[in-house]
């Protein structure tokens, strides 16, 4: 088992994390970091519940430079993902050769995630972080929704990180439709509680915990959103 010794810091002192010797002789244990690299802290969240654990399928869906999939290779999870930036695609597979050799090459694409190529239901799990909220206008959020939705499993869990107004719904400037400016400047495509609750009713999914969403101070507002999709 993976130990790791963390200590809390106290004013004026550094938080730091220090590799611990292995109870195997010659072994040194990863750091936090080194295990999990800069992942969704929800979405770790999500590992600590029990939400998502091993032999299951993930598919991040606009993966980025796979911050979120170092522990999921690291830990011999069968490992799929998509994103329309080639330098990202790129990162990934060379992650994935670092951490998980025996994954060939053909689980990170270079789609778009309304058009990913993957089968349908392939995924015990999909990983949408801060990627809906780039849509230009309702055809694309709609097309890149059901492209993420499409390749999970029945029974299976979407998770989902998103811009949103809950919480600063008087601090945002209309663009047009569902476009707002936000006051960190940046222009995103928001969703609300209202909305988050007819799509997943839409889409044949369930809440699997209420919307957890931070509000950071005077720019902006993300929004996690876990859905579970029902059982046909």
């Known amino acids: 088992m993976l130990q790791c010794e963390v200590r809390v810091s106290y004013p004026g002192e550094h ?11 010659g072994m040194i244990t990863p750091t936090l970091q080194e295990q999990f690299g800069q992942i969704d802290i929800y979405l770790f ?10 032999g299951m399928r993930i598919l991040d869906a ?30 990934v597979r060379a992650m994935a050769r670092k951490f998980a050799p ?6 990170f694409r270079l789609e778009a995630v309304e058009h990913m190529s993957f089968d349908d239901a392939c995924a015990d799990v999909v990983i949408s972080n801060t990627v809906l909220h780039l849509a230009r206008d309702e055809a694309q959020f709609e097309a890149m929704l059901q492209g993420s939705w499409r390749v999970l499993r029945p029974g299976g869990l979407f998770f989902c990180r998103i811009a949103s107004t809950i919480g ?4 945002f400037v209309r663009i ?14 928001m969703v609300d509680e209202a909305l988050l609750a007819s799509l997943a009713e839409r889409l044949g999914g369930e809440l699997t915990e209420p919307l957890k969403t931070t509000v950071v101070q005077n720019q902006r507002s993300m929004t996690t959103w876990v859905v579970r999709k029902k059982l046909l």
């Not at 969240?45 to 091993?54: A, M």
């Not at 979120?68 to 695609?89: C, H």
């Not at 025996?102 to 689980?107: C, F, G, H, Q, V």
């Open 15 to 25: 938080l730091t994390k220090s590799r611990r010797p292995s109870s195997f002789p």
């Open 45 to 54: 969240d999500q590992i600590l519940k029990g939400h998502i654990s091993p």
């Open 62 to 91: 606009g993966c980025g430079s796979g911050r979120n999939l170092v522990y999921f290779l690291r830990e011999g999870y069968e490992v799929f993902a998509a994103d329309s930036d080639a330098q990202s695609v790129d990162s």
């Open 102 to 107: 025996t994954l060939p090459a053909s689980n």
């Open 168 to 171: 600063m719904e008087s601090q």
């Open 176 to 189: 047009q439709g569902r476009r707002f400016r936000s006051p960190d400047g940046a222009e995103r495509y």
